[in-house]
């Protein structure tokens, strides 16, 4: 079987690639207030999701165990969560002990982490007004662009390996089909051939 990630990802694409398309303000919209409004809010995941997910999939799952850890970063260290602990911590705590190897690797994660609130709501602000600014030119394609950021983020907050260079790759591939795909964009008006005509007449 096919691994759930990839196939999750896809299926939230495909969702807001069609609200996009029947209604692109709102698309636009709704895409960026959940994205930033997840990578703002993220420390109450672990709060308020795991009881839930507990319910669910039972202690023993390693989402549970994941979002438990997350959960006594916080309260152990309550002021991290304003300096956060600086940059790659994240990956090097892993490596020297400092953080359980059943650590979240979800971006949301990583960025409160390293980064902690000032860095976190300076990235859900850029987010925000740069899913809203892409959604302005282009009509086109933005249920597009739209959807790529939705499949994308979801992937990151799965937990997939964001350091990885096929990450870095595939996101460099997709913007360079988003930019030839809107230079290539058919012309709305038919090119002139006026001054061709007069040519014609003078010669």
């Excluded at 690639?17 to 919209?29: N, V």
């Excluded at 933005?142 to 964001?162: D, E, K």
């Amino acid at each position: 079987f096919p691994e759930p990630m990839p196939l999750i990802a896809l299926g939230i694409g495909g969702i807001v690639f069609a609200l996009t398309s029947s209604s692109p303000a709102l698309g636009t919209r709704l895409t960026a207030v959940i994205l930033a409004g997840a990578l703002a809010l993220a420390p109450l995941f672990p709060l308020i999701v795991r009881p839930v997910a507990n319910l669910f999939f039972g202690p023993s799952d390693p989402v549970i165990a994941s979002l438990r850890v997350w959960r006594n970063i916080i309260f152990n260290d309550p002021l991290r969560l304003v300096t956060g602990y600086g940059f790659e911590t994240a990956l090097r705590g892993r490596a020297v002990g400092l953080l359980p190897v059943n650590a979240p690797q979800s971006l949301l994660f990583e960025i409160w982490y390293e980064l902690g609130v000032v860095g976190a709501w300076a990235g859900a602000v850029a987010l925000l007004f740069g899913v809203i600014g892409s959604g302005r030119d282009h009509p086109p394609l933005v249920p597009g662009v739209m959807a790529a950021f939705a499949s994308a983020f979801a992937l990151a907050v799965l937990g997939i390996g964001t350091t990885e260079m096929w990450w870095f790759t595939a996101l460099a591939t997709l913007l360079l089909v988003f930019v030839a795909a809107e230079r290539g964009q058919f012309r709305t008006k038919r090119p002139k051939a006026v001054l061709r005509l007069r040519a014609a007449n003078d010669a």
